[in-house]
């Protein structure tokens, strides 16, 4: 614990606790979808997000090509890229330190690390929280790994059903404008109209055109309206 | 289903975009409009990945157990539930309404 910084222990352990139950989710997603076991515990270290492989996933499941859902899993990161943005600036001078550290850019770490009124305070943070995340979400995604293989049918167990609730799940808490209500609304469109006339895939890339909607938002768009995930 | 090849090109393509907007991206340089766009785009992409699994299967469009799941997980994400909580809620009422279907 970064000693007179923001960051609270209550904070850190809730937030490592949320990582380890996602974490476990994903992975009996994955697993259930028939990946092998080291390729899940594996893309948890190498690709660390769970919503890009998730989101290849699910577009393979709909009959999409791996090119579409690897576009879609990139589509899905692009959130890091702001994030990291605005962070970097307040870390170190050196443009590889923060590159090596652009690995771990997650949601609650640059988040806490944002709060932070000194710089140097927003790296001791950013660095804490990056390397106290690591644990739960590489020990989730091996519970998950071993439950998920423990699974019997996966349509008796309703467990196809789990890709669009896992989504719902992550979607929800960002519906706080209604700029996100009707990106959402407007992605859901586009996707079902053109899953029938167009092949598999393709729905999901063009329904990113929705974002473009955050273009006629009316006010600007404050850090409570940025969208949160993993 | 993820192959390592799979992992390997969805990392670069993640990692490519947090390294470049923590070490090469000078943030004033993008505008609060455009990044508003890009901080959306996931919100766009799932909320589409999330309809074709409820409403299609095998690229046409069907309505069957799965729409009661999810209806279940909104239920559970409006209140809050953790997400392991809405999941497993939402895989039960699946799970019941095929077999009471």
């Given at each position: 614990m970064p000693e007179g910084t923001q960051l609270t222990r209550g904070e850190a352990w809730t937030i490592a606790f949320t990582y380890f139950t996602v974490a476990i989710t994903v992975s009996v997603v994955h697993s259930t979808a028939g990946t092998e076991p080291w390729v899940i515990v594996g893309a948890t270290?190498?690709?660390?997000?769970?919503?890009?492989?998730?989101?290849?996933?699910a577009v393979q499941a709909s009959g999409g090509t791996a090119v579409a859902g690897v576009a879609s899993g990139w589509l899905v990161s692009t959130r890091f890229g702001v994030m990291a943005a605005a962070l970097g600036p307040r870390l170190w001078p050196q443009r590889w330190k923060r590159a090596l550290?652009?690995?771990?850019?997650?949601?609650?770490?640059?988040?806490?690390?944002?709060?932070?009124?000194?710089?140097?305070?927003?790296?001791?943070?950013?660095?804490a929280m990056s390397l106290w995340l690591v644990l739960p979400w590489w020990v989730g995604a091996i519970v998950g790994v071993i439950l998920g293989e423990q699974l019997g049918d996966p349509q008796a167990l309703g467990l196809d059903s789990m890709f669009p609730t896992l989504f719902v799940a992550i979607i929800w808490p960002q519906l706080t404008s209604?700029?996100?209500?009707?990106?959402?609304?407007?992605?859901?469109?586009?996707?079902?109209?053109?899953?029938?006339?167009?092949?598999?895939?393709v729905p999901v890339l063009l329904a990113a055109v929705a974002a473009l909607l955050a273009l006629i938002e009316p006010r600007r768009a404050t850090s409570d309206e940025e969208p949160h995930g993993c | 289903m993820l192959t390592w090849g799979v992992v390997f090109a969805i990392a670069?393509?993640?990692?490519?975009?947090?390294?470049?907007?923590?070490?090469?991206?000078?943030?004033?340089?993008?505008?609060?409009?455009?990044?508003?766009?890009?901080?959306?785009?996931?919100?766009?992409?799932?909320?589409?990945?999330?309809?074709?699994?409820?409403?299609?299967?095998?690229?046409?469009?069907?309505?069957?157990?799965?729409?009661?799941?999810?209806?279940?997980a909104i239920v559970c994400a409006s209140r809050r539930m953790p997400m392991f909580v809405t999941v497993l809620v939402g895989a039960a009422a699946t799970a019941a309404a095929r077999a009471l279907a």
């Open positions: 270290l190498i690709v660390n997000s769970a919503t890009a492989t998730l989101a290849f996933a550290a652009a690995f771990g850019a997650f949601d609650p770490n640059v988040a806490l690390a944002m709060r932070e009124e000194d710089d140097s305070d927003a790296t001791r943070v950013y660095v209604k700029t996100a209500v009707s990106i959402t609304l407007t992605g859901i469109v586009i996707a079902l109209a053109l899953v029938e006339p167009t092949p598999g895939g | 670069l393509g993640v990692y490519g975009q947090r390294a470049l907007g923590m070490a090469v991206v000078d943030p004033d340089r993008l505008t609060d409009r455009w990044r508003s766009v890009l901080g959306f785009m996931p919100l766009a992409i799932l909320s589409a990945v999330a309809a074709l699994q409820t409403f299609s299967r095998g690229g046409e469009l069907t309505a069957d157990a799965r729409v009661f799941g999810v209806g279940a």
